[in-house]
């Protein structure tokens, strides 16, 4: 056992509340730093009866089954050495639906959504009535590529990663959507294991941006538990748009559109990488909070296209 909790400790027996094992386990994970104690406390303890975190707050004189005190003994156990509640709970939503989440794949993260955002918009009507091609470069748990799928209704998706354990984590989530007919997974070194007359309408990618200095100084749910490979660009964190901007140009259809998300203070960077390939910047797109953190870009004499 991790940081020096162990099942033992918290499975005590006496009779177990919820309330007693949300306050337990509140004051165990704040020991460990965590800084939303109780609201980890909670949802864990929400996934362990089946109920959701809200529901428990109406039973807090409810009685835990030994099975129940057990399984959540060891999730206690797992989320004090920081595992992610991602991981524990096997799942997060993205887009406002459930993906799949393993050691193996980067949790979805919300920034990632202005991706999404950035792609429909750029598409409009054409989502819904057009027939599309859409590449996802480094699909990990496959959210990006399986979101657009599941909202253009015609459209097809390869999606390519170069681990072969994320790659089954986004077949299995592909399943799970239904959406498994139209879409084909490649393991790969980024492009080059695409077919050569590949012309994909939307190439959307979010590769790993994290230099390796800001890596070290991450919290430990991520040092720890998600994969290093998803996350580190190299040492200055652009490694990855280097080795894919010059492949780009040759995987994108005449009239298609580029969206890549980019690290804090990394898109007028990567904007000048994109350039020097021969594809024009049209946006920045910013994230909740106004950091740009997606870039859309096209052919250089393919401006004015998009939208058409
Ligand atoms: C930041 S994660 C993005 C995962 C997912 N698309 C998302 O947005 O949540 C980057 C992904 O790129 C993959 N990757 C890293 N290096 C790669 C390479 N050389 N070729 C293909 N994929 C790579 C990683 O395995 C990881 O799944």
Redesign the pocket.
Known sequence: MTMGVAATDVVGSLPQTVAIVVRDATNTFAVAGIDTARLDAQVLLGFVLGTGREVIFGYPERVLTQAERSKFALLVVRRAARQPISQLVGQKEFWGRSFAVTED??T??PD?ETLIAAVLDQLGEKCRHQKLEIL??????G??LLTLLAECPLARGTG????AA?LEVAKSNARELALDKRIEFIE???CASLPAESAFDVVVS???YISEQEWRGLSPEVVRYE?R???VGGADGLE?YR?LAPQIPRVLAPQGFLVI?VGVGQARGVARILAAKGLEVQAFCPDLAGVERVIVASHRDKIGNLKK
């Open positions: 794949v980067l979805p993260r990632s996802d470069v480094g699909t990990g748990t959210c990006l390519v990663d170069i681990s994320a790969g070194h980024w979010n590769p790993p994969p490979a998803a996350l990855a080795l998300e």
